[in-house]
């Protein structure tokens, strides 16, 4: 990004509409071209039938981070000492040293020398190790770590690019370890990434927009046959596998924002003006009017994690729960400031309107589940009880046998005429986190992961969600999806990486034996194993089958997980507590004997 474009980042307003088509350097402009030949002839001819200004898509320039520092701080005070004077959450904690190497992924288009897998001593010392061997450097600085890294995966499609979901473990890890540097240039190089021009068929999406991923390549210096440059060359979904959108890389980058800021004590990050807009695009993203008659975030199915179509298209509880906890993170470092009252404004109405939709309607316990074997239908007024109009025919049959006396949880998906009854793992556990759910409600939603441990965790933690579409359901939901395939990869599969965010959930809850058992489960065989991306299998008995080994978040969910067990407190820096005006809101409408929050919400 040259100084041009941090400038629209330091721009008041420059978040409410879509960049200003800049007239690119020439040569960033041809090796764009020269890359996407295909793809780019299609559009082009779009473009010129539809009269198409040619937009600005380059890739960023190796630029290291504190020059851009020193260009967009106004009252400059980024101070580097701050580092090491930051209070560290945990202090002394028994890790080894500082990453003095990794595989140094300078070039991600060079072939490196397989990394030695050495004896360790314990797992936990594995993970650490295989975790710096992970990162990767641009200009000679860490910025992220590779989604995978088997030396013996000859064909690693796009897992050797650093994935902005995929890093929070890494980042988190590190943090916890003291290794804050790592985690800064994450943030500010994916801020960079955030305000380019992107197009798919000459289509852009919302200008606040994070890539799902980015690679660090190497590639001839224009004008010069012996020099080469370093450049990041990020996917905002327009080369994913179905160009789907990554909505939750904003929402986890803020999340990761606020940690960094808590953990280090180094608060500059998050008050850098760049830093400032690129949250407020962010928000003004997921803030915007659009038809929806929901406060929940309407999205295209494989908008976050399960990032193929799996059917949880419109009001997926994970990017709810991500968006909730986004939000508060988000207003706990906006620096107020003159035109930013309306945005504030919004985001405090939608956080309740949010808590509210979820807390009721997505809620499912026995008692829940018997109302709606009961509902009335096609009820045509304000007083409905069955507001959207759901079947009791719909109830599927596992689920009356499934469902617990004691516990509940969130079902998936809340649309008109339609629950997703299935168990989705990360939206109910980061529901918890964030307080998305209220306090009872998290203890529930634990008490159903502890009875039906032999379901979600068995022999390795944790189902990315229960149960699998099976036959004629796989066929239409996931489109006969080979690697969908009934209790594999998203479509029932068991993901490791999810140990983490269990293990926040249940320090959170006060619960942490709960966690301590999961991690156990996952300590006996996951290094033995090569620390699969998945597991396939109802009980997760088996290595998933098209599994990459040494996946980097599941290496280090592991590590976070194993380090929160020992300093729970730690985890104070990932959770939100519950909202005191939500909470307000709630009771204030209640003693006036009113139904609650029955207004209109203006966002
Ligand atoms: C798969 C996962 C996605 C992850 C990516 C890289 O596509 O579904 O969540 O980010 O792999 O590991």
Known sequence: MGIAEVALHTMPGAFAAHSPPYNLPHGADSRRRKRNTNSVLNARALQGLLNIPRVRSVRLQCQRIDDLARVTEENGTWVKDVMNNASQVLGDASVPDQAVGGNGSLNGNTTKPPPQRRKTSSVEDEAWELLQESMVYYCGSPVGTIAANDPNDSDPMNYDQVFIRDFIPSGIAFLLKGEYEIVRNFILHTLQLQSW???????????????????????????????????LDPDFGE???????????????????????????????????????GMKMILKLCLADGFDMFPTLLVTDGSCMIDRRMGIHGHPLEIQALFYSALLCAREMLTPEDGSADLIRALNNRLIALSFHIREYYWLDMQKLNEIYRYKTEEYSYDAVNKFNIYPDQIPPWLVEWIPPKGGYFIGNLQPAHMDFRFFSLGNLWSIVSSLATTQQSHAILDLIESKWSDLVAEMPL?????????????????????????????????????????????????????????????????????????????????????????????????????????????????????????????????????????????
Not at 211 to 227: C, N, Q, W
Not at 251 to 277: F, H, M, P
């Open 197 to 231: 021009e992107k197009t798919m068929d000459c289509h852009s999406p919302g200008q606040g927009l994070m890539p799902a991923s980015f690679k660090v390549r190497t590639i001839p210096l224009d004008g010069d046959e012996d020099a080469t440059e370093e450049v």
């Open 239 to 277: 080369a994913a596998i179905g160009r789907v959108a990554p909505v939750d890389s904003g929402l986890w980058w803020i999340i990761l924002l606020r940690a960094y800021g808590k953990c280090s004590g180094d608060l500059s990050v998050q008050e850098r003006i760049d830093v400032q807009t």
């Open 463 to 603: 189902k990315i969600c229960y149960p699998a579409l099976e036959n004629q359901e796989w066929k239409i939901i996931t489109g006969s999806d080979p690697k969908n395939t009934p209790w594999s990869y998203h479509n029932g599969g068991s993901w490791p990486t999810l140990l983490w965010q269990l293990t926040v959930a249940c320090i959170k809850m006060n619960r942490p034996e709960l966690a301590a058992k999961a991690i156990e489960v996952a300590e006996r065989r996951i290094a033995t194993d090569k620390w699969p991306e998945y597991y396939d299998t109802k009980r997760a008995r088996f290595i998933g089958k098209q599994a990459r080994l040494y996946q980097t978040w599941s290496i280090a969910g592991f590590l976070v997980a194993k380090l929160l067990n020992e300093k729970p407190d730690a985890a104070r820096i990932l959770w939100n507590d519950e909202d005191a005006e939500i909470l307000n809101a709630f009771s204030t409408n209640r003693k006036r004997g009113k139904k609650v929050l029955k207004k209109t919400y203006i966002v």
